[in-house]
């Protein structure tokens, strides 16, 4: 079988820059961006490079690189851009899934796989990583088929299973190149991507739930979450009053306390809020997650998490889910993504079962 080429359909239209510290930041590289989607790439990798000369650790501006090194195909350079920022931002599933594309485009399937699923295990709800693992597992079953049928020629078996995957991607020439360019057609799909944007960090302050809007209006600027100071052992009569509280309120408090048990870095703290049969995201066992989360915890120098916009919907008396947009910053990274909780009640705490990103 003829080998299909698997394109970097790295879209820069739809490319988004991150909110940076100051406006300026954000303007340089929208200047770059510009000068990027008009094709000027050399003028605009000189342009990053002097923007990360005084900021070398900028997440935006290095992943703003990556791309540029890509549609000037300097696939090993660019590789390296995005390497390093898996490195220094595991967080982030975006690196990942441009690395696995790059892997794709040399053919190392493998190398490609291994990549993506660590977007997923990032971000398990990013549909575009499951979309081009689901492309690479293709392309690696038809390999093996094609070898199978090389070995054994009347494998009637293999030879539907072949066809079938033929059917559903088109084979390309081995040397066409490939493009970079919005909407081309290329066995793997590969989505736009984006560092997510997030907005400067400002004074923290409590969240509260979303209203129901009356009419068309402006949205309400993000509050994030405050940090909640430790408070003194509850009374007897403290705790009585706390179960008759108001669901939607301890629910908030709830999240309000697994931001601010984050943000410390209080592991202990923050893995107290899941429940004992939280559903983890790949379905490996509790004590593995818990390790990964605790080297994503304390791998970073400092961390602020701030929730906004939260939605509480009540299933009945002991489950309930709660959906915000959650800030995320680390050093020099801020990045926002809309995350979803499902929620058990036990006792008179509600507790993590499930969590999601997105809605």
Not at 60 to 70: A, P
Not at 139 to 162: I, V
């Amino acid at each position: 079988m003829t080998s299909r080429h698997i394109a970097s359909a790295l879209a820069l239209a739809a490319f988004v820059v991150a909110a940076a510290s100051t406006p300026a930041r954000a303007d340089e590289l929208q200047d770059i961006q510009a000068l990027v989607k008009q094709g000027n790439h050399n003028q605009a990798l000189d342009r990053v490079n002097g923007y990360l000369a005084s900021r070398p650790k900028d997440a935006q501006g290095r992943f703003l690189k990556g791309v540029i090194l890509t549609e000037q195909n300097k696939s090993g350079e660019a590789i390296k851009v995005f390497t390093a920022l898996t490195e220094d931002y595991p967080e982030l599933p975006e690196p990942y899934n441009n690395l696995a594309v790059l892997y794709a485009s040399q053919q190392q399937y493998d190398k490609s796989r291994q990549a993506l699923e660590l977007a997923i295990q990032t971000h398990p709800s990013y549909a575009t990583a499951h979309e081009n693992l689901g492309d690479i597992y293709a392309k690696m079953a038809s390999q093996a088929y094609d070898r199978a049928l090389q070995l054994d020629k009347s494998n009637a078996a293999a030879q539907t299973k072949l066809s079938l995957i033929k059917e559903i991607f088109p084979i390309n020439s081995r040397h066409q190149r490939p493009s970079v360019k919005t909407g081309a057609i290329a066995p793997i799909t590969t989505k736009p991507l984006s560092v997510a944007a997030a907005p400067a960090a400002q004074p923290a302050k409590p969240i509260t739930p979303s209203p129901a809007p009356a009419a068309p209006a402006a949205a309400p600027a993000a509050k994030p979450v405050e940090k909640v100071m430790e408070k003194p052992a509850e009374k007897p009569a403290e705790k009585a009053d706390k179960s008759k509280q108001d669901p939607t309120q301890a629910i908030l408090g709830m999240v309000n306390s697994w931001a601010h048990a984050w943000s410390n870095k209080s592991v202990g703290e923050y893995l107290a809020h899941y429940a004992p049969d939280f559903k983890t995201p790949k379905g490996e066992p509790r004590a593995e997650w818990e390790k990964f989360r605790k080297e994503r915890i304390h791998a970073p120098k400092k961390i602020q998490v701030s929730v906004s916009n939260a939605k509480v919907t009540l299933k009945d008396e002991t489950h309930a889910s709660v959906t915000f947009r959650q800030h995320y910053k680390a050093d020099t990274l801020n990045s926002a993504t809309t995350k979803t909780l499902v929620l058990v009640k036990s006792g008179d705490k509600w507790l993590i079962q499930q969590e999601r990103v997105g809605a």
